[in-house]
Structures are given as C-alpha cells and as structure tokens.
C-alpha cells in the first residue's frame, strides 16, 4: 500500500434518531437557531443544527469522555 497522509475515512452512513423534547430545551433550541442566523445570515432549521451542536458539546467534553470507563 501506498504511504497516504489521509487515513482511511471513517463510517459515513448517516443514522436517523427520533427523541422527545421537553418544551423549554426545544424553545432553547428554536432560540439558538435564532441566533445563529443573526450571526451568520443564514436560516438554519433547529434539526440542521442538533448534529453540530452535540458533536461541539462533545468535542469540548473530551477529557470527561475520556476518563469515562463506561
């Protein structure tokens, strides 16, 4: 095999989750959308943004994670 910088690219397939949302954190959500599109002029649905907001919530918990032994 050929010496590639780029590692071999992870699992890409999409998985689709169906939760409930208490009222007050789905209003908390409708408002961060809000201000994302004053931030950043584009109008984002709060579903767009879950992924992105848990994967930065995890990403800035790592050393929580990390000791975690499950």
Do not use: C, Q, W
């Not at 690219?9 to 789905?26: A, C, M």
Request: charged letters at 30%; aromatic letters at 8%.
């Amino acid at each position: 095999m050929a010496d590639l910088k780029l590692p071999k690219l992870p699992d890409r397939t999409p998985v689709k989750l169906t939760i409930v949302l208490g009222s007050e954190l789905n209003e908390a959500l409708k408002a961060y959308a809000d201000r994302y599109a004053e931030a950043y002029g584009t109008v984002e649905p709060v579903v767009e943004l879950i992924p992105y907001i848990l994967e930065a919530f995890l990403a800035s918990d790592r050393k929580s994670v990390r000791g975690h032994k499950g």
